[in-house]
Protein backbone atom coordinates (compact mmCIF):
# COMPACT_ATOMS: atom_id res chain seq x y z
CA UNK A 1 0.00 0.00 0.00
CA UNK A 2 1.40 3.54 -0.63
CA UNK A 3 1.12 6.29 2.25
CA UNK A 4 -1.64 8.53 2.05
CA UNK A 5 -0.07 11.72 0.95
CA UNK A 6 -2.54 13.10 -1.82
CA UNK A 7 -5.19 15.62 -1.43
CA UNK A 8 -8.55 15.60 -3.11
CA UNK A 9 -10.76 18.39 -3.97
CA UNK A 10 -13.90 19.20 -5.52
CA UNK A 11 -13.86 21.68 -8.68
CA UNK A 12 -16.74 22.97 -10.78
CA UNK A 13 -16.25 22.36 -14.75
CA UNK A 14 -18.40 25.00 -17.12
CA UNK A 15 -20.92 23.66 -19.54
CA UNK A 16 -20.79 25.06 -22.73
CA UNK A 17 -24.12 24.19 -23.11
CA UNK A 18 -26.02 24.87 -20.21
CA UNK A 19 -28.93 22.54 -19.16
CA UNK A 20 -31.35 25.15 -17.37
CA UNK A 21 -29.84 25.78 -13.81
CA UNK A 22 -27.62 23.02 -14.37
CA UNK A 23 -24.04 25.72 -15.57
CA UNK A 24 -21.86 22.79 -14.58
CA UNK A 25 -20.97 19.50 -13.32
CA UNK A 26 -18.32 18.68 -10.45
CA UNK A 27 -15.37 16.96 -10.89
CA UNK A 28 -12.64 15.61 -8.27
CA UNK A 29 -9.18 16.59 -9.03
CA UNK A 30 -6.30 14.06 -7.12
CA UNK A 31 -3.77 16.32 -6.28
CA UNK A 32 -0.69 14.11 -5.83
CA UNK A 33 2.38 15.36 -3.16
CA UNK A 34 4.69 17.49 -4.52
CA UNK A 35 2.61 18.51 -7.76
CA UNK A 36 3.58 20.36 -9.96
CA UNK A 37 7.31 18.79 -9.80
CA UNK A 38 8.43 15.38 -11.35
CA UNK A 39 6.94 14.37 -14.70
CA UNK A 40 3.78 16.36 -14.87
CA UNK A 41 1.98 13.86 -15.28
CA UNK A 42 -1.79 13.77 -15.95
CA UNK A 43 -4.94 11.30 -16.50
CA UNK A 44 -8.40 12.22 -16.94
CA UNK A 45 -10.97 9.44 -16.27
CA UNK A 46 -14.98 9.91 -17.32
CA UNK A 47 -17.69 8.20 -15.84
CA UNK A 48 -20.11 5.72 -17.98
CA UNK A 49 -23.57 6.34 -17.23
CA UNK A 50 -23.31 5.55 -13.55
CA UNK A 51 -22.66 8.88 -10.57
CA UNK A 52 -20.99 6.50 -8.18
CA UNK A 53 -18.47 4.01 -9.67
CA UNK A 54 -15.91 2.20 -7.48
CA UNK A 55 -13.75 1.19 -9.83
CA UNK A 56 -13.04 5.10 -11.22
CA UNK A 57 -12.62 6.14 -7.59
CA UNK A 58 -10.60 3.29 -6.74
CA UNK A 59 -8.30 4.21 -9.63
CA UNK A 60 -8.25 7.73 -9.41
CA UNK A 61 -6.95 7.52 -5.50
CA UNK A 62 -4.10 5.10 -6.20
CA UNK A 63 -2.95 7.12 -9.36
CA UNK A 64 -3.02 9.94 -7.23
CA UNK A 65 -1.13 8.40 -4.82
CA UNK A 66 1.51 7.41 -7.70
CA UNK A 67 2.29 10.82 -8.06
CA UNK A 68 -0.41 11.27 -10.75
CA UNK A 69 -2.30 14.39 -11.59
CA UNK A 70 -5.87 13.03 -11.91
CA UNK A 71 -9.44 14.86 -12.56
CA UNK A 72 -12.27 12.07 -12.06
CA UNK A 73 -15.75 13.80 -13.49
CA UNK A 74 -19.38 12.91 -14.49
CA UNK A 75 -21.82 13.76 -17.99
CA UNK A 76 -24.38 16.46 -17.30
CA UNK A 77 -27.30 13.87 -17.31
CA UNK A 78 -25.63 12.13 -15.15
CA UNK A 79 -25.29 14.64 -12.47
CA UNK A 80 -28.67 15.61 -12.66
CA UNK A 81 -30.01 12.15 -12.43
CA UNK A 82 -31.41 12.36 -16.16
CA UNK A 83 -32.15 8.83 -17.69
CA UNK A 84 -32.04 10.57 -21.06
CA UNK A 85 -28.51 10.56 -22.48
CA UNK A 86 -27.03 13.90 -23.22
CA UNK A 87 -26.42 14.37 -27.11
CA UNK A 88 -23.19 13.39 -28.16
CA UNK A 89 -21.64 17.04 -29.07
CA UNK A 90 -22.77 17.76 -25.40
CA UNK A 91 -20.68 14.99 -23.82
CA UNK A 92 -17.67 15.98 -26.03
CA UNK A 93 -17.57 19.59 -24.87
CA UNK A 94 -17.79 18.33 -21.66
CA UNK A 95 -15.23 16.71 -21.85
CA UNK A 96 -13.25 19.29 -23.57
CA UNK A 97 -14.07 21.71 -20.50
CA UNK A 98 -13.04 18.93 -18.26
CA UNK A 99 -9.42 18.94 -19.74
CA UNK A 100 -9.34 22.95 -20.22
CA UNK A 101 -9.95 22.34 -16.33
CA UNK A 102 -6.52 21.02 -15.79
CA UNK A 103 -4.65 24.39 -17.52
CA UNK A 104 -6.51 26.96 -15.48
CA UNK A 105 -3.45 27.51 -13.31
CA UNK A 106 -0.55 27.57 -15.76
CA UNK A 107 2.00 27.50 -13.25
CA UNK A 108 0.64 23.72 -12.37
CA UNK A 109 -0.66 22.63 -15.38
CA UNK A 110 0.41 19.07 -16.69
CA UNK A 111 3.06 18.39 -19.11
CA UNK A 112 1.57 15.22 -20.15
CA UNK A 113 -2.08 13.89 -20.34
CA UNK A 114 -3.71 10.59 -20.54
CA UNK A 115 -7.48 10.64 -21.54
CA UNK A 116 -10.32 8.29 -21.10
CA UNK A 117 -13.01 6.62 -19.17
CA UNK A 118 -15.17 3.59 -18.50
CA UNK A 119 -18.05 2.81 -20.94
CA UNK A 120 -19.76 5.77 -22.34
CA UNK A 121 -16.90 7.97 -20.80
CA UNK A 122 -14.64 5.72 -23.06
CA UNK A 123 -16.76 6.25 -25.94
CA UNK A 124 -16.87 9.79 -25.89
CA UNK A 125 -12.84 10.08 -25.10
CA UNK A 126 -12.64 8.52 -28.48
CA UNK A 127 -14.63 10.86 -30.32
CA UNK A 128 -12.69 14.13 -28.64
CA UNK A 129 -9.20 11.87 -29.71
CA UNK A 130 -10.59 11.62 -33.37
CA UNK A 131 -12.04 14.95 -33.65
CA UNK A 132 -11.03 17.73 -36.44
CA UNK A 133 -9.06 19.39 -33.85
CA UNK A 134 -7.92 16.65 -30.87
CA UNK A 135 -7.68 17.15 -27.66
CA UNK A 136 -3.47 17.16 -26.97
CA UNK A 137 -2.61 13.48 -25.42
CA UNK A 138 0.24 11.06 -24.93
CA UNK A 139 -2.61 8.15 -24.93
CA UNK A 140 -5.90 7.15 -24.35
CA UNK A 141 -7.50 4.34 -22.59
CA UNK A 142 -10.60 2.81 -22.78
CA UNK A 143 -12.23 1.10 -19.64
CA UNK A 144 -14.87 -1.36 -21.46
CA UNK A 145 -14.99 0.26 -24.50
CA UNK A 146 -18.74 -0.23 -25.82
CA UNK A 147 -18.24 -1.14 -29.56
CA UNK A 148 -21.69 -2.85 -30.47
CA UNK A 149 -25.17 -2.45 -29.29
CA UNK A 150 -25.53 -5.74 -26.28
CA UNK A 151 -24.61 -9.03 -27.93
CA UNK A 152 -24.66 -7.53 -31.77
CA UNK A 153 -21.30 -7.45 -32.91
CA UNK A 154 -22.31 -6.59 -36.44
CA UNK A 155 -22.23 -3.22 -36.53
CA UNK A 156 -19.20 -2.18 -34.59
CA UNK A 157 -18.73 1.62 -33.94
CA UNK A 158 -15.07 1.59 -35.16
CA UNK A 159 -14.74 4.43 -37.72
CA UNK A 160 -13.47 6.74 -34.23
CA UNK A 161 -10.74 4.54 -33.26
CA UNK A 162 -9.16 3.99 -37.11
CA UNK A 163 -8.90 7.96 -36.91
CA UNK A 164 -7.13 8.14 -33.42
CA UNK A 165 -3.04 8.53 -34.00
CA UNK A 166 -2.43 8.08 -30.10
CA UNK A 167 -0.95 5.28 -28.40
CA UNK A 168 -4.55 3.39 -27.19
CA UNK A 169 -5.00 1.18 -24.07
CA UNK A 170 -8.19 -1.18 -23.77
CA UNK A 171 -9.24 -2.86 -21.19
CA UNK A 172 -11.91 -5.08 -21.24
CA UNK A 173 -14.37 -7.65 -19.46
CA UNK A 174 -13.95 -11.03 -20.63
CA UNK A 175 -17.89 -11.36 -20.12
CA UNK A 176 -18.46 -8.16 -22.03
CA UNK A 177 -21.85 -8.13 -23.80
CA UNK A 178 -20.88 -4.70 -25.64
CA UNK A 179 -17.70 -5.91 -26.80
CA UNK A 180 -17.25 -8.71 -28.47
CA UNK A 181 -13.13 -9.73 -27.92
CA UNK A 182 -12.53 -11.22 -31.40
CA UNK A 183 -14.41 -8.62 -33.19
CA UNK A 184 -12.17 -5.96 -31.15
CA UNK A 185 -9.03 -8.01 -31.97
CA UNK A 186 -10.27 -7.94 -35.35
CA UNK A 187 -11.18 -3.87 -35.74
CA UNK A 188 -7.52 -2.92 -33.47
CA UNK A 189 -6.20 -4.70 -36.02
CA UNK A 190 -7.15 -2.01 -38.64
CA UNK A 191 -5.52 0.58 -36.59
CA UNK A 192 -2.80 2.36 -37.54
CA UNK A 193 -2.05 3.79 -33.97
CA UNK A 194 0.28 1.56 -31.23
CA UNK A 195 -2.54 -0.36 -29.31
CA UNK A 196 -2.77 -2.89 -26.49
CA UNK A 197 -5.45 -4.66 -25.08
CA UNK A 198 -6.03 -6.84 -21.98
CA UNK A 199 -8.81 -8.68 -20.88
CA UNK A 200 -10.22 -8.64 -17.17
CA UNK A 201 -11.09 -12.53 -17.04
CA UNK A 202 -14.65 -13.17 -15.83
CA UNK A 203 -15.51 -9.51 -15.79
CA UNK A 204 -18.92 -7.85 -17.80
CA UNK A 205 -19.16 -4.50 -19.13
CA UNK A 206 -18.99 -2.97 -16.08
CA UNK A 207 -15.68 -4.79 -14.36
CA UNK A 208 -18.35 -6.66 -12.04
CA UNK A 209 -17.41 -10.16 -11.37
CA UNK A 210 -19.26 -13.33 -10.02
CA UNK A 211 -18.95 -14.67 -6.55
CA UNK A 212 -18.54 -18.05 -8.16
CA UNK A 213 -15.54 -16.80 -10.03
CA UNK A 214 -13.04 -16.46 -6.90
CA UNK A 215 -13.20 -13.46 -8.05
CA UNK A 216 -13.18 -9.67 -5.55
CA UNK A 217 -13.59 -6.42 -6.72
CA UNK A 218 -10.57 -5.51 -5.31
CA UNK A 219 -9.20 -7.71 -7.43
CA UNK A 220 -10.81 -6.84 -10.61
CA UNK A 221 -9.03 -2.35 -9.22
CA UNK A 222 -5.88 -3.85 -8.39
CA UNK A 223 -5.69 -5.85 -11.70
CA UNK A 224 -6.34 -2.99 -14.00
CA UNK A 225 -4.60 -0.42 -12.16
CA UNK A 226 -1.27 -2.04 -12.84
CA UNK A 227 -2.43 -2.49 -16.26
CA UNK A 228 -3.28 1.58 -16.72
CA UNK A 229 -0.04 2.53 -14.83
CA UNK A 230 2.49 0.40 -16.87
CA UNK A 231 0.76 1.45 -19.91
CA UNK A 232 1.33 5.09 -18.88
CA UNK A 233 5.02 4.76 -18.10
CA UNK A 234 5.50 2.32 -21.14
CA UNK A 235 4.33 5.37 -23.11
CA UNK A 236 6.21 8.14 -21.96
CA UNK A 237 9.28 5.90 -22.48
CA UNK A 238 10.34 5.19 -18.72
Same mark, same amino acid.
Given at each position: ???? &?????? *???????? +?????? *??? &?????? $? $???????? *????????????????????? &???????????????????????????????? +? #??????????????????? !????? !?????????????? #????????????????????????????????? +????????? =?????? %??????? =?????? =????????????? *?????? =? &?????? %?????? +???????????
Amino acid at each position: MTEA &TAQFEQ *VQIPLADP +MGEQIS *VTG &TLGIPE $W $WPTGARVS *VVLAHGSQKEDPLLEALQREL &TERKYLTLRFAFPFVEAGRRKQDPLPVLQRTY +M #AALETLGRDPTAAPAHVFL !GGKNL !GALVAAHVAAAPAP #ARAEGIFFLGFPLHKQDDPSDPRADRLYRIVNP +MLFVQGQRD =RHCDLP %TLRQTLG =RVGAPV =RLHTVEEADHTFR *VAKKSG =R &TPEDVE %TEVLAR +MDTWIKRTLGE
